[in-house]
């Protein structure tokens, strides 16, 4: 009975407090995944402007073309039509490749981690569990509970400990003793 309490206890302790810091742990590498895809594409920005510094610098070209746009240069007879100028026409932007996936649960686990945890992940939020222990103002009634059966299994069931009967004798001996002492 005593084991019997003490692993209610734990198992009442152990997702109380390890859970919220699973879920922050999850966020961060949320969050990391998703400032790795900014990195790239800010890396992927720099290389595209990078390419166009150069063009204006050494590409005669593109300079024409950039000269046309910016003084509004046309050439005589030649009429120029505005295909942007309301946004109409402007193309769509393209998705983010890496799209950020719908969450199953408040623990947000990275789709990369083991089946299993996977696996209890779903169990424990078809159950309520996850959004039970991760409920702040239930956390600590959690705990309390925790420590109401640690503290019972100790009170109620703690191991005591026993003596041989050779250490009873000697026992009895030394009440003896010290009773004739004092009489």
């Given amino acids: 009975m005593f084991l019997l309490l003490l692993g209610l206890s734990f198992f009442v302790f152990a ?8 879920r922050d742990y999850c966020d961060l590498l949320a969050e990391e995944t998703q400032l790795a895809a900014d990195v790239a594409s800010l890396e992927a920005e720099v290389a595209r402007r990078d390419e166009l510094m150069y063009a ?8 024409e073309r950039l000269a046309v ?4 240069y046309k050439r005589p007879n030649e ?5 942007l100028g309301d946004g109409s026409f402007l193309p769509q932007q393209a998705d983010n490749p890496i799209q950020v996936q719908a969450s199953r649960t408040a623990l947000h686990l990275p789709a990369y ?15 309520g ?3 039970l222990f991760l409920d702040p103002s239930l956390r600590p009634v959690f705990l309390l509970m925790s ?5 019972a299994a100790f009170v109620l069931f703690a191991p005591r400990l026993r003596f041989s009967p050779r250490d009873d004798s000697r026992m009895s001996k030394t009440v003896a003793s010290t009773a004739q002492a004092s009489s």
Avoid: M, Y
Avoid at 15 to 22: F, H
Avoid at 56 to 63: E, K, P, R, S, T
């Fill in 113 to 127: 981690w083991p089946q299993w945890a996977l696996r209890a992940e779903s169990w424990a939020d078809s159950k």
């Fill in 147 to 151: 420590c109401g059966l640690t503290i």
């Fill in 56 to 63: 204006f610098q050494n590409d005669a070209v593109v300079n």
């Fill in 69 to 72: 746009l910016d003084l509004h």
């Fill in 15 to 22: 997702p109380t407090v390890l859970l919220p810091i699973l």
């Fill in 129 to 131: 569990l996850i959004s």
């Fill in 79 to 83: 009429v120029i039509l505005p295909v």
